[in-house]
C-alpha cells in the first residue's frame, strides 16, 4: 500500500497523462520505422494526437484494411505489461453503426491473438491478455467500449505452478518484453461501411520505460522545456562498441559554475586541500559548487536509466520538487531547484552501456559487464566514463541497480579496500544511505530497503574497486551503489525518490560532505596514514587487522617507479600503457629530468615516477600495490586481484626513500605518453622477434594473415628464446612502425619451424573472444570451421574434439575434459571455482609455449583449480611453487593445497592436440601478460615439434 498521496510533481505528472476522460486524446509515440512525432517527454507518457497513419510494426502485425479512418478516443494511450489497465474507448457513430458489425484489433490482430506468455511452456500460448471489461455499447451517437489489459507474463512459484507477475526482473523473463514493445494500432472497423475507427497505443514494460532510441529525444525535450536561467549542456562523451552515443548531460546554475568548478575549485582541492579546509572553517569558502553524479552501467536493469531521465527533467524544468521524508512522520521534504543549484552540478550519464539498452543484455556487445570493468578499463564505454569520474571527481556518486528483493543501498559489508579512507567515507555515506532509503519507502509500496554494512555479516564487500560506485570512491567520492526490487513502475518511482533522497542531503549537508572529501585530498598530499582507518579493517572474526603494512610505518610508499629503459623495465610498452591509465585516472605522474640514483639503482633521465603525496594517491595504490592475501573470508563478492605489474607484465618499483624525486622532475601535462620505438639493429637479413610481449603476438598475426612467412625458434640462443619469432627483413619492416618490438639480429643457424594462422573458434566468455580478436587471430564463428577451439567456460562438446585441437583453460574446462572422459589417468581438484589468487610458479623452459617466459613467474587463477593427475605422455607446463610464500594475493580459501601442483599440460590425444591450464589467461582481459601463453598454444598446433 503506497505511503502518501500523489503530491510531488514526478506522479502528478505521470497522473495527469492518464486522466484525460474529457478529451479521450488519442496520442502516440514515434515508431521505430522513424514515422513524424513530438519528441517523447522525460516520463515517457505524453504522446501527440495520431497520424492516421502512426502505427508499430511488430512480428505478424499488419495494418487493418479500411477505406477511410476516423478517430478513436481512448483514456490513456498507454498499456502496461506489468499492470493490469481498463481504458475507455469510444467514437462517434450514426444509426448506420452495427455493434455486430465492428471488428476490433490491435497491431492488425485479433484479441484472442495476443496471448499471456507461459513460463511453463516458455511461449506466449496463454489466455489472452486482451479482453474487454465491458463490451461495446451505444450511449447515444457515441460506441463505448472498456478494454482490459491483463498481466502479460507469468512466473514459476515455488510448487512449480504458474502465476501472473507485476514484475519483470526474473531473469527468465527480462529480455521477454522486447517480443512485444512497441506502439500499436488499436482499430475498430465497421464491416458495414468498411470506416476504421483507430487510435495508437504504446505497448511498454511500464509507463516510463524508455529505449535507447527513445533518449536523445527525451533529452532535447527536457532542454527545450528547461528553464532559461538553468544550464544544460548535452555530450556525447563516448562510443560504445557497436558506435552508439554515450548520452551525458551537465546541469547547472549557469556555465560560470561549471567552468569555476573544473579551472578553479577542483585544482585547489587536489592541491591546496588544507588551505581549502581553513577557508571553509572560517566560512570564507562562498558560493562553491559540488558535483553530484547519476548512473547506471546495466541497462537490463531498466529503471535507473529511466528514473536519471527524470531526475534530469525535474531539476532542469520544475521550481521544487517534494517528498515524505521517512513513513513514519508526515513530514515533506521539499527541494528548492535554484538552491540546488546554487550548491550542485548535477551529471547524468544516459546511458553507460547503450548496446547493452538495445539488446536488453546486462553486458555490452563484447559481452563484458561493465560494472566489472572500472579498474580494468578494457571496453570503450568505461574508458569514456572513468575519464569523466576523474575529471569531475564527484563528491556524490549514485549507481543505479537492480535487482534485489529488499531495497539495497551501499555501504557494503567488509572486507574493505585498504585503499579507501574509510573512516572519512563512512562519516556521510551511512546517514546518506538511510535518507536515500527512507525517501525510497516512504514514496512508494515498498516496506524497507536494507544497508549491507549493517545487515549483512559478509558476501556484499565493496573490496574490488572494479565496481562503477566503487571506483568513484577510489576518486574521493561518496559512492552509493542502489539496487531496485523490481522491473516495474513501482521501482521506477523508488530509484527517483532514492535519488531526491540522496540530492536532498547533499544539499543539508555540503559543508560538512565537503570537508570530508577534502579530508581524504589532504591525507593523500600530507602522505598520512591515518590509524583511524584501521578499524574499519577487519577479519572474517571481526578482529582489527588494519592497513597491511608489513614492516614499514606507511602503508603507501613515497614513490612508485615505472622505468622505461630496457634494463629495468621488461615490458617498456606495458609500462607506458600504465602512465597513459595512471593519467586518465588523474593521478598526477612526473618524469625525470636527468638521471637518478635512488635506493641503490640508477634510473635513466625519462624515468617514470608517480609521487604518492597527491590527493589521488588511492587510485594509483589500488593498481600498483602487492595486494594482500584475504583468504579468510567465508565469502567475497567478486574478484580482487589488481596488481597491474604482475597482470600486465611490466616492472614498477616500490620507493620509501623520502624527497628522492623532489628535483629534477616535470610533470607530465597531457594524457598521452611517447610510447617506445621499435629499434632494428643492423642490417640483416633475418631478425627474431623476441616473444616478449603482446605487441609481438599482433606482429606475428598480422604478418601470418597477409600470408607472410613467420617462424617459431625451437631452440634457445645467443640473446634468443625457444618460442621466439623469425622472419625476414623485409616483413619486420611492414610492422615494425605499428608495433613496438624487441629484435635482433638472426644468426645464420636458428633452428625454427613455420608456422601457420589456425582458424580458432572461441566457445567460451566474450572476454575469450575479445582477447583473441585483439591479438589479431582468424576467430570463426562455428567450431565446425575451425582448427582450435578455446574454450574457458567447459562450453565444448564432445563431438567437436574430433580432429581439432582443443585448448581449456580454468576450472569449468578442465570439469568438461573430466566429465566427458576424454583423457586417460586425468584428473583435477579444486576449492571452488570462484576462488582466485595470484601464485609463484615454475614454467617450462622446454616447451614453446612457456619457454618465452622466466622459468619462475607469477600465474593468476580465476577458478580456484589444480590438475592433480597427468597424463603419462603428457608435457607438463606450469607447476606451482613448492615455497611457502607460493601464494602471493587473493581470494582463495584453501589454496595451501593447491602448492606444488601442476597448473597446465600439453600432450597429442590421437589426432587432437589438448592444451589445459587451470590457471586463467584471459579473465576479463585483466591478466594480459598471460595472453602469450594462449596464442603460444594455439601456434603450436601448428608444429611439428
Request: proline content about 4%; overall charge negative; aromatic content about 10%.
Amino acid at each position: 500500500m503506497y505511503k502518501k498521496l500523489l503530491r510531488n510533481t514526478l506522479l502528478m505528472g505521470f497522473a495527469m497523462s492518464l486522466a484525460v476522460p474529457q478529451a479521450y486524446a488519442a496520442r502516440s509515440d514515434q515508431d521505430e520505422a522513424g514515422r513524424t512525432r513530438e519528441p517523447a517527454t522525460a516520463t515517457g507518457t505524453s504522446v501527440d494526437q495520431a497520424p492516421e497513419k502512426t502505427v508499430k510494426k511488430a512480428k505478424a502485425a499488419k495494418r487493418i484494411q479500411a477505406s477511410e479512418f476516423r478517430q478513436l478516443q481512448v483514456s490513456t494511450p498507454l498499456m502496461s505489461m506489468t499492470e493490469e489497465r481498463d481504458i475507455e474507448v469510444q467514437f462517434s457513430a450514426d444509426d448506420s453503426v452495427n455493434l455486430e458489425n465492428l471488428e476490433w484489433s490491435f497491431g492488425g490482430k485479433s484479441f484472442e491473438e495476443w496471448r499471456k506468455y507461459s513460463a511453463k511452456e516458455q511461449k506466449y500460448s496463454g489466455e489472452p491478455f486482451l479482453t474487454f471489461a465491458k463490451e461495446p455499447y451505444r450511449d447515444g451517437d457515441v460506441i463505448k467500449a472498456t478494454i482490459h489489459v491483463d498481466l502479460i507474463y507469468t512466473v514459476l512459484n515455488r510448487s512449480g505452478e504458474e502465476v501472473p507477475t507485476t514484475d519483470m526482473s526474473a531473469r527468465s523473463i527480462r529480455r521477454k518484453f522486447n517480443d512485444l514493445l512497441g506502439t500499436y494500432e488499436l482499430a475498430v472497423k465497421d464491416k458495414g461501411s468498411d470506416i476504421a475507427y483507430t487510435a495508437a497505443m504504446k505497448l511498454n514494460v511500464y509507463d516510463n520505460y524508455h529505449t535507447y532510441e527513445e533518449i536523445k529525444p527525451a533529452i532535447d525535450q527536457i532542454m527545450k522545456d528547461a528553464k532559461k536561467d538553468r544550464y544544460v549542456k548535452y555530450e556525447v562523451i563516448g562510443k560504445s562498441v557497436e558506435g552508439r552515443d554515450l548520452h551525458f548531460v551537465v546541469l547547472a546554475k549557469d556555465r560560470k559554475s561549471v567552468e569555476t568548478y573544473l579551472n578553479k575549485t577542483l585544482p585547489k582541492m587536489k592541491s591546496e586541500p588544507e588551505k581549502l579546509l581553513k577557508y571553509l572553517e572560517e566560512g570564507k569558502l562562498k558560493d562553491y559548487k559540488v558535483p553530484v553524479w547519476f548512473n547506471n552501467p546495466h541497462p537490463d536493469e531498466t529503471p535507473a536509466m529511466d528514473a536519471i531521465l527524470e531526475l534530469l527533467r525535474q531539476f532542469a524544468t520544475e521550481d521544487t520538487v517534494e517528498f515524505n521524508a521517512s513513513e513514519d512522520t508526515d513530514e515533506v521534504k521539499q527541494i528548492d531547484v535554484d538552491e540546488a543549484l546554487d550548491n550542485m552540478i548535477f551529471l547524468f550519464n544516459l546511458s553507460q552501456n547503450p548496446d547493452g539498452r538495445v539488446a536488453t543484455t546486462r553486458a555490452n556487445a563484447n559481452n563484458f559487464d561493465l560494472n566489472r570493468d572500472h579498474t580494468y578499463q578494457t571496453q570503450p564505454e568505461v574508458l569514456a566514463t572513468v575519464a569523466e569520474i576523474a575529471k569531475w571527481t564527484p563528491l556524490s556518486f549514485y549507481d543505479f541497480h537492480g535487482f534485489v528483493p529488499g531495497f539495497l543501498i551501499e555501504p557494503c559489508t567488509p572486507p574493505h579496500n585498504p585503499n579507501f579512507e574509510y573512516d572519512l567515507l563512512m562519516k556521510g555515506m551511512i546517514d546518506q544511505a538511510h535518507a536515500m532509503g527512507n525517501a525510497g519507502i516512504a514514496n512508494t509500496k515498498y516496506d524497507d530497503y536494507l544497508i549491507p554494512l549493517d545487515d549483512y555479516g559478509n558476501g556484499w564487500d565493496d573490496y574490488t574497486p572494479a565496481y562503477t560506485a566503487v571506483y568513484a570512491m577510489t576518486q574521493g567520492s561518496f559512492g552509493h551503489t542502489i539496487e531496485m526490487p523490481e522491473m516495474n513502475q513501482d521501482s521506477y518511482h523508488a530509484t527517483v525518490y532514492a535519488g531526491l533522497g540522496g540530492v536532498k542531503y547533499v544539499l543539508d549537508n555540503k559543508d560538512e560532505m565537503f570537508k570530508t572529501q577534502l579530508e581524504i585530498f589532504k591525507r593523500g598530499v600530507d602522505g598520512e596514514d591515518d590509524r583511524a582507518v584501521d578499524e574499519w579493517l577487519v577479519n572474517q572474526d571481526g578482529e582489527e587487522i588494519g592497513r597491511p603494512r608489513g614492516d614499514n610505518d606507511n602503508f603507501f610508499p613515497e614513490y612508485y617507479v615505472i622505468p622505461m629503459d630496457p634494463a629495468l623495465q621488461k615490458n617498456p610498452w606495458e609500462a607506458a600503457n600504465m602512465v597513459e591509465y595512471l593519467l586518465r585516472n588523474d593521478v598526477e605522474v612526473k618524469q625525470t629530468t636527468k638521471e637518478i640514483k635512488a635506493d641503490g639503482t640508477t634510473y635513466p633521465k625519462g624515468t617514470y615516477v608517480v609521487d604518492m603525496h597527491q590527493a589521488k594517491r588511492g587510485v594509483a595504490n589500488t593498481v600498483l600495490f602487492d595486494g594482500e592475501d584475504i583468504s579468510d573470508w567465508d565469502a567475497m563478492y567478486d574478484s580482487v586481484v589488481q596488481n597491474f605489474h604482475d597482470m600486465r607484465g611490466f616492472t614498477r618499483y616500490e620507493l620509501r626513500e623520502e624527497g628522492v624525486f623532489d628535483k629534477n622532475v616535470r610533470e607530465l601535462k597531457a594524457a598521452k605518453v611517447t610510447k617506445p620505438k621499435t629499434d632494428v639493429p643492423g642490417k640483416a637479413d633475418a631478425y627474431i622477434i623476441r616473444n616478449t610481449s603482446n605487441e609481438a603476438i599482433k606482429a606475428v598475426n598480422q604478418l601470418l594473415d597477409a600470408k607472410k612467412t613467420v617462424e617459431m625458434v625451437l631452440e634457445s640462443g645467443d640473446g634468443y628464446e625457444k618460442g621466439d619469432f623469425l622472419v625476414e627483413r623485409r616483413d619486420l619492416d611492414r610492422v615494425r612502425s605499428k608495433y613496438y618490438l624487441d629484435v635482433i639480429a638472426a644468426e645464420e643457424d636458428v633452428k625454427a619451424e613455420k608456422l601457420k594462422m589456425p582458424k580458432v573458434a572461441s566457445v567460451g566468455s566474450g572476454a575469450s573472444k575479445f582477447v583473441l580478436e585483439e591479438l589479431g587471430f582468424d576467430v570463426v564463428s562455428s567450431v565446425k570451421g575451425s582448427d582450435v577451439i578455446v574454450d574457458d567456460s567447459g562450453n565444448a562438446k564432445k563431438n567437436d574434439l574430433d580432429g581439432r585441437a582443443y585448448i581449456g583453460i580454468g576450472g569449468y574446462a578442465l570439469d568438461f575434459v573430466k566429465e566427458e572422459d576424454i583423457l586417460d589417468d586425468f584428473d583435477f581438484d579444486t576449492t571452488d571455482f570462484y576462488h582466485e589468487g595470484l601464485l609463484r610458479a615454475e614454467l617450462s623452459q622446454e616447451s614453446t609455449v612457456t619457454a618465452a617466459y622466466d622459468e619462475e613467474e607469477l600465474v593468476y587463477s580465476a577458478s580456484g583449480s589444480w590438475i592433480t593427475e597427468v597424463p603419462e605422455d603428457a608435457e607438463t607446463l606450469i607447476t606451482v611453487s613448492d615455497e611457502d610464500d607460493f601464494f602471493k594475493t587473493g581470494w582463495w580459501p584453501g589454496h595451501e593445497d593447491a602448492k606444488g601442483q601442476v597448473m597446465a599440460f600439453t600432450l597429442e590425444n590421437g589426432d587432437e592436440d589438448i592444451t589445459l591450464f587451470a590457471n586463467d589467461l584471459v579473465w576479463r582481459a585483466h591478466p594480459q601478460f598471460s595472453y602469450r601463453m594462449l596464442a603460444n598454444a594455439i601456434y603450436a598446433t601448428t608444429l611439428d615439434e
